[in-house]
């Protein structure tokens, strides 16, 4: 079956559930081996390829493009299927083209790495072409931006699709140039491709929970190996970078440690600044997994045998509490308005923009998928929740004048009966229940 033939895989992957009685990507204790093997049909990266590319397909048809064209790196992997590290996601020194009708052209490094793509993709059969880097070349910039732009075209033309709407994702001044120059019709590739990533394939689910049950472990070394009085911001980032990568991470976008004072108002850094008996630490998780969807939640431990203050365990529960009233309205048929109402009054009320605090956002190849919830707007401009959209949901007790305080968050599938945890590290329960 070619990938222009491809029809998405549904939901529960045609296994059989009647033992299960729910689709196994729903389960988030149904863990499978990053491994794989001849006797269990675990994440099939192949059908989760073209079930990507057929999701970019129906939202490039929806949206009346002739061919989409992807700089950012997670939409050329989520249309090609090629990693080659975090390094050159979004450097502009690669891109990739898909028309309407026709094969994704990866436009890759020239180079080894072009090599490798050609080594490493035979489902793109062929079609991977030098890239044309035009940044950084001084004098030589426009030159070299009209050359990339005739790459794009010379794929554009090859399809019969050069007069049509053509859809990009992002460029800069000299890209927009060329592009004019060349008398193409562009218009903004961010419908399409947001929409396609943010509701999630089976095997992207499988990849969330097996991101997910990794990033747990993590957190056990944290409050049972790691954290003590007398270590370091820095030391619990490298050690959870560490077993991260160990564990076949693609890429640990950041470690986020924050404790004590540390906390209010929350550094979302880490420091080298000593974690000492009683502080409360935060700890903000952000790392690709092996199969490359990202995991982003949080937890705020105490460190040491200190007891939780009243002040503190009231600021627990209130960040708990909050973010689970958020999730529980995260239900495929409900608003994003319906979401961003349980959400704590913020700065976002405020000043009219998204602090990344009070809020949920989509997750998937990339930290920021597809789709923000903040009292900001969503209030006023709602979105209808999908099954299989994935979320992050997070809050924060930040109130002036703390000497420290808590932030929490959980990743979350959106499905027809309601939300599905996917981050399981366990909270304080004794302080959640008094």
């Known amino acids: 079956m070619s990938p222009n033939d491809h029809q998405l895989t549904p939901t529960g992957k045609n296994l059989d559930l009647s033992f299960l009685q729910t689709p196994h990507e729903h389960e988030p204790r149904r863990i499978y081996s990053t491994t794989g093997t001849d006797w269990q049909a675990r994440v099939d990266f192949e059908r ?4 990507r590319l057929a999701r970019a397909r129906l939202k490039m048809e929806e949206n009346d493009l002739g061919a989409v064209v992807c700089f950012v790196g997670e939409n050329v992997r989520y249309v090609t299927g090629v990693f080659q590290g975090n390094w050159k996601n979004n450097i502009f020194i690669r891109y990739c083209v898909l028309p309407r009708g ?4 990866l436009f890759e490094t020239a180079g080894s790495d072009l090599e490798c793509a050609k080594i490493d993709a035979p489902w793109l059969q062929g079609n991977i072409r030098p890239a044309i880097t035009w940044k950084w070349s001084e004098t030589a910039e426009e030159m070299m931006a009209d050359k990339m ?51 999630k394939t089976p095997d992207e689910l499988e990849c969330l929970k097996i991101s997910s049950a990794i990033g747990d472990t993590s957190f056990w070394k944290i409050e049972n190996e790691w954290l003590k009085p007398g270590v370091k911001e820095s030391y619990i980032t490298a050690k959870v970078n560490e077993y991260l990568y160990e564990q076949g991470f693609d890429f640990v976008y950041d470690i986020i440690v924050a404790s004590g004072g540390n906390t209010s108002p929350y550094r979302r850094w880490h420091t080298d600044k000593v974690i000492r008996e009683g502080d409360l630490v935060i700890v903000d998780q952000n790392a690709v997994g092996p199969g490359g969807y990202f995991v982003d939640f949080v937890r705020t431990f105490k460190c040491g045998d200190g007891k ?25 048929g409900n608003t994003t308005a319906e979401v961003a109402a349980k959400l704590p009054i913020y700065a976002d009320d405020e000043f009219g923009t998204v602090t990344l605090q009070q809020f949920a956002h989509s997750i998937g190849l990339s930290l920021y998928e597809g789709m923000w919830i903040s009292r900001a707007y969503s209030l006023d401009y709602p979105v209808e929740l999908e099954e299989n959209m994935y979320f992050a949901a997070e809050t924060f007790a930040g109130h002036p004048g703390l000497e420290q305080t808590v932030r929490l968050e959980e990743n979350l599938l959106v499905t027809k009966d309601g939300p599905v945890i996917f981050t399981r590290h366990p909270f304080y329960d004794e302080i959640l229940a008094a």
């Open 102 to 105: 026709g094969d994704p052209v």
């Open 308 to 332: 939780w203050t009243e002040k503190e365990k009231d600021l627990y529960k209130e960040c708990y509490e909050t973010m689970y009233a958020a999730i529980e309205m995260m239900k495929a």
């Open 149 to 199: 732009v005739q790459s794009v075209k010379d794929v554009l033309v090859e399809n019969g699709v050069e007069n049509e709407k053509i859809g990009i994702d992002i460029y800069d001044p000299s890209a927009a140039a060329a592009f004019e120059k060349a008398g193409l019709k562009t218009t903004s590739a961010w419908p399409v491709m947001s929409k396609a990533r943010v509701v």
């Open 48 to 51: 989760m390829r073209q079930d």
